[in-house]
């Protein structure tokens, strides 16, 4: 598929500011998109990427936003409304992650890996959809993790592994629930990036690239794929947490 199909499309993006979203932000943008990306404290990385994005097409953006806020979100979600008078593409990106054993996880800890991965994908999915819904169009696409489809235990990621196997359920639940209006939700899990913060061999001898994240979710997008709703793609090079690791 070439990358015309996203010129003039409107892509919301969450935690973009900088490593993986930042690049996925970078390749909607060269491919022609509207990108508007959120960001909660990376305000320095947030200012840059504005610009970056600005040289491709003035009317992409960013906006500061918590995203487990609902208040915040329905604000960002007005204004993108009202400059852009739709919404072709969400990504849920954002979500905190921890490494440590669940003895040594405060409340405050778990608490928030669970919100900034599953209730933030619940809460913006929610109002992009009352939007798609009238517009009859409209793809998510939501972002898990290596096994989260299988009951993964990861005994130092417990949070995260809860809060990604949410995702993974609610992705394919808003499939069955929106299909009929034409809209698309779809996942994609990556295993260990070359920015992760926990190292595994893997099987490939290499850890996933940011072009490999993008190729899935260009993918999943593309016109292509039309029938293809409610599926996970794990972008993992074979590699199997808990295996050989």
Known sequence: ??????????????????GLGRALALKFASAGAVVIVTYKTSRHEAVALQKELSAFDQRSGVFKLDVRNEGQVAAVFKK?????????????????????????????????????????TFLMSKIALEKMKKQKSGQIINFGCAAADRMTIRELT????????????????LANAYAPYGIKVNAVSPGILET????????????AQFQDIWNAVKFLLAPESEYINGANIEVSGGWVPGVGN
């Open 80 to 120: 993108i409304f009202a400059q852009h008078k739709k919404i072709d593409v969400l990504v849920n990106l954002v979500g905190n992650f921890i490494y440590e054993p669940i003895e040594e996880t405060t409340f405050e800890k778990f608490k928030d890996v669970i919100e900034t991965n599953l209730y933030s």
């Open 158 to 173: 417990t949070p995260y592994y809860i809060a990604k196997t949410g995702v993974l359920m609610l992705t394919k639940i």
């Open 1 to 18: 598929m070439s990358d015309e199909f996203f010129r003039g499309k409107i892509v919301v993006l969450t935690g973009g500011a900088k």
């Open 196 to 207: 992760s913060v926990a190292k595994h061999k893997v099987p490939t001898g290499r850890y």
